[in-house]
Each structure stands twice: as structure tokens, then as C-alpha cells.
């Protein structure tokens, strides 16, 4: 698998084979039942699928308490790799057993497994009390320690906000909070440049970006930490954020640019979970405030990208993790203003995905090297999208009424 920071930082061009578009707007409506929710398939079989799919990523990805219950980064491993996986990797399995364990009947996770995922995360915060938060690597004595990404540290914010909203401790209210105050460094103080604000990628004097997924993924954890603890300043920050994504990377309904240098020059290049960042965060900023004018922006956005991703077979190209984060947005949206086509590509993408990219042998799932498209047998299996695919079984195995939980 390429490397995830390319992926984040460059806009890693993907492997685009020669394909037509799937059809999945057009696609005839199925007759809904009650016990499908609209998805034409019923959710003892979605539940089914993320259980065999969590299965296989702790058999083969998960090292157990003997290795001090991280996961490894790829199966089989590269020549020469870590012992174990980045941060996003770990961030990911955790959300894929937040999600899972919250399946509503009995799955292949239990609140042990959730309880064993973040006291493993605690092994991977900064060791330098003057910059706390997450590093992409574990330090020392377990590994050798990684710069801190302002990404990373939003979405293991917003685990702790799904563990929280379904759980109500307030431990993970805390882990939510100092997520998000480690971010608040991010944010670019510089007026001098174009578009002053936005949020640094990574905190290192040789980061010269600023980021649509950290701004946007910032923006949705400070919205939903108003949301409970009404404090203020997170709604601020979240108001910020999010207008600073769409006055300085918006190209179009739904569709945000990678980032913004300090030099001016902006990368174009399109992930549709920088899309799901910003629905998520208009719904969030919705249920926040209640002004309707963030309800009508997410759905502006949501309606923008699911015609954009779905044509030409851009989603199946994209990351599965990248689409993960869209959907579960999506999903977030559809607890405020129901439209069956969000459950409807979500559902259409996770049967192909079953069918032409899972190995029915293992039970894992093979990508392209840019962790989308069809099976590459040469590339190893990555926790990132295996936990994706466990993510979006998962949720489609939720009932709707729980999709204000999403994060």
C-alpha cells in the first residue's frame, strides 16, 4: 500500500481504469421493507458482512495484547516496515470497532474490544509536554515517534465523540476536548497571505499548507463539542473553520480542493471525504444552532458531491477509507433531513465492494496501491481499508434513528 501520508499530502493521483458510469442515481428504486430501511437488503445480512469483516481484520491486522493491542500497518508486511501501524491506521480500526460494536444486536465486537482500543491509542500521544496531542508514530520505547498531523488528531477527537454519544462518559468527553485544543494550534495566524486562516496540516516549521480535511474535520468536532457542552468558543471555532474551507477551497457544490500554500497556489485535486467533512460539518453547525441556512448547505453539498462522485465511476476509485468518511457524513445528514439516496449508494458501493474486492478465502479486502478500484492481488491488505469496509457495513446495519451518533 502507498504511503498514507502521500496520500493526504499530494492528492496521490489514482490508478483510474477504463470504466462507465455505474448508474447509481438512476439505478430503479427497490420496494422498501420496515426491516431493510430502504437499502434492499436486509440488515441481519449488512450485520453478517461487518462481522466477518472485523473478524478478518483482528485475525489478520490485529497483534493482540502481545503487541500491545496495535495492529500492523498491511498484511502481508513490507520489507523493512514498522512493527506497527501509523496513527490513522489505529484511528480507523477504532472507529470500525465503534461502529460494529454498536451494531444493534450482537456483533463480532464487545465493549471490551472498545475499551482495548483506546487504552492502546494512549500509546501513541507526544511525549513533549510543550506540543501535546497525537504523533503519527508511536515514540519510544515502541517505536520512534512521528510529527504530529493536525488530521489525525481531529478524527481521534471525533472517536471519542462517537464513543461518547453512545455512551455518555464523560472520559471521552475529555479526549474530545483535549483533541480538539491540540488542533486549535493549527490554525494559521498569518494575515498576510491569501485567504488568511485555514489550518496547518502538520505541526512542523516545514509545513507550508493549509488543509481542507483538517479545517473541515476541526470544524465538525468543535460543532459537536457545542453541541454538548455549549461552550462558546468551540462554536466560534467551528463557524471559523467552516467558512474558511468554503471561501478559500470550495470549487463547487460538495466538492472542496485539496489545500492552500502559503505561497497562494492551491491544490485541486478532489477526495471525497474532504466532501463528507463538510456535510457533517454543516449538519453539525445545524444541530448546533439551529439556523437553517447550515441544513440547506449541507444539502446543496451532499446533492453536488453524490453527483460528481458517482459519475464515471469516481467513488469506486476513490479510497475506501476516503468514502468512508463521506458516507458516514451523509448518514449524519439523513438523521436531519431524510433522502433515501444516501443509504442507497452507500449501499449500492458496499455490495460491490463485497462482491469484486473482498477475497471470500480470508475475508479481506484488496485495492489498487491507491487504496481504491479493483483488486490488485500483488498489493498486501491494509488495516486502513479493511477497517473502512467494517465501517461501512457497519452503519448500514445501524438503524437510521441512530445516525445522529455518526462522527
Known amino acids: 500500500m502507498g504511503s498514507p ?5 499530494t492528492g ?3 490508478t483510474v481504469l477504463a470504466t462507465t458510469a455505474t448508474g447509481f442515481l438512476a439505478a430503479p428504486a427497490t420496494a422498501a421493507t420496515a426491516a431493510d430501511h430502504g437499502t434492499g437488503r436486509p440488515q441481519t445480512d449488512w450485520a453478517a458482512r461487518a462481522q466477518a469483516s472485523y473478524t478478518a481484520l ?12 496495535l495492529y500492523r500497518e498491511s498484511t502481508p508486511a513490507a520489507a523493512g516496515a514498522n512493527p506497527y501501524s501509523y496513527l490513522w491506521e489505529f484511528r480507523e480500526a477504532t472507529q470500525a470497532t465503534l461502529y460494529v460494536a454498536n451494531i444493534p444486536h450482537p456483533s463480532g465486537a464487545s465493549e471490551a474490544d472498545v475499551a482495548d482500543r483506546f487504552a492502546a491509542l494512549a500509546q501513541y500521544a507526544s511525549t513533549d509536554p510543550a506540543h501535546p496531542g497525537y504523533d503519527s508514530y508511536l515514540p519510544a520505547p515502541l517505536g520512534t515517534g512521528g510529527d504530529l498531523f493536525f488530521d489525525d488528531n481531529a478524527v481521534v477527537g471525533l472517536s471519542f465523540l462517537t464513543q461518547y454519544r453512545a455512551k455518555g462518559d464523560p472520559a471521552m468527553l475529555a479526549g474530545a476536548r483535549a483533541a480538539f485544543a491540540t488542533d486549535t494550534r493549527a490554525w494559521d495566524e498569518d494575515t498576510t497571505k491569501a485567504c488568511p486562516g485555514g489550518m496547518h496540516w502538520v505541526e512542523t516549521d516545514a509545513n507550508t499548507i493549509r488543509a481542507a480535511n483538517v479545517t473541515g474535520l476541526a470544524a465538525q468536532l468543535a460543532a459537536g463539542l ?6 462558546p468558543s468551540y462554536l466560534d471555532w467551528a463557524r471559523r473553520a467552516y467558512d474558511w474551507n468554503r471561501e478559500c477551497l470550495r470549487q463547487s457544490a460538495g466538492l472542496y480542493q485539496n489545500d492552500r500554500a502559503d505561497d497562494g497556489s492551491v491544490d485541486t485535486t ?7 467533512a463538510m456535510i457533517g460539518t454543516a449538519t453539525e453547525l445545524y444541530r448546533a444552532t439551529g439556523e437553517r441556512a447550515y441544513l440547506d448547505q449541507a444539502v446543496q453539498d451532499a446533492d453536488g458531491a453524490l453527483a460528481y462522485w458517482t459519475a464515471d465511476d469516481r467513488l469506486y476509485q476513490q479510497p475506501a ?7 458516514q457524513d451523509l448518514l449524519l445528514l439523513d438523521s436531519q433531513h431524510h433522502d433515501p439516496r444516501y ?3 452507500l449501499s449500492a458501493y458496499a455490495d460491490r465492494l463485497w462482491a469484486d474486492n473482498r477475497d471470500p478465502a480470508t475475508g479481506l479486502f484488496h485495492f489498487q496501491a491507491s487504496n481504491g478500484g479493483a483488486p490488485d492481488p500483488a498489493q498486501p491488505v491494509g488495516t486502513l481499508n479493511q477497517a473502512a469496509a467494517v465501517q461501512l457495513f457497519s452503519l448500514l446495519a445501524w438503524s437510521p434513528k441512530d445516525y445522529d451518533r455518526t462522527s
Not at 457545542?226 to 461552550?231: D, E, F, K, R
Not at 477526495?271 to 463528507?276: A, E, H, I, Q
Not at 477509507?321 to 458516507?327: D, Q, R
Open 12 to 14: 496521490l493521483l489514482l
Open 270 to 276: 478532489l477526495w471525497s471525504y474532504n466532501s463528507g
Open 321 to 327: 477509507v476516503f468514502n468512508s468518511f463521506l458516507f
Open 226 to 231: 457545542y453541541q454538548i457542552t455549549h461552550q
Open 343 to 345: 443509504r442507497a449508494v
Open 58 to 69: 483482528q485475525r489478520d491486522l490485529y497483534l493482540g495484547p502481545a503487541g500491545h493491542g
Open 5 to 9: 501520508r502521500a496520500i493526504r499530502r
